[in-house]
């Protein structure tokens, strides 16, 4: 009776080592008939490209985010009358605030009035005027700013 048990045992391994067995080789041989070595060859292969993608990828948004920083990330227009009370130039005068991610840029001024029109520009580092700026260039710079941290 033990005899008949252990060979019950012995045969119930015998066909899960087989089960087993058909399984490598349907995967060992793939879908496609081709072997295993081949397949991860062909994943390593689209690893690497991938790797190569990315690193392509995070070099161009550097470029991109450096040439970003540089650009008008900010403008604002104030207008108003340079000649207060005679009525001359209404309030079609104004100041212009064109500035980068880093406060660098330029203010442009137009001085408007009946018979002439005069354009101003004034380079700004920071923030700040290199020259000294009009009140309004002032309040356009600053609203300029506002813009930036909003």
Do not use: W
Not at 35 to 48: F, P, Q, T, V, Y
Not at 69 to 97: E, I, M, T
Not at 101 to 107: F, K, P, S
């Amino acid at each position: 009776m033990l005899i008949g048990i252990l060979i019950g045992l012995v045969a119930i391994v015998a066909l899960g080592l087989i089960r087993l067995e058909v399984k490598l080789r349907r995967l060992c041989r793939g879908a496609q008939g081709k072997d295993l070595e081949a397949s991860m060859n062909k994943m390593h292969d689209g690893i690497e490209s991938l790797q190569k993608f990315e690193t392509e990828s995070k070099s161009y948004f550097k470029n991109v985010e450096r040439r970003l920083r540089r650009s008008a990330q900010a403008v604002d227009v104030v207008k108003f009358n340079a000649f207060k009370g005679d009525g001359l130039g209404g309030n079609q005068s104004f100041a212009a605030a064109i500035l980068d991610e880093d406060g660098n840029g330029a203010v442009i001024s137009s001085l408007y009035s009946r018979d002439r029109v005069s354009v101003f520009s004034k380079p700004i580092k920071r923030f700040a005027g290199e020259i000294e700026l009009s009140q309004e260039e002032t309040d356009a710079v600053s609203r300029a700013k506002a813009k930036l941290s909003a």
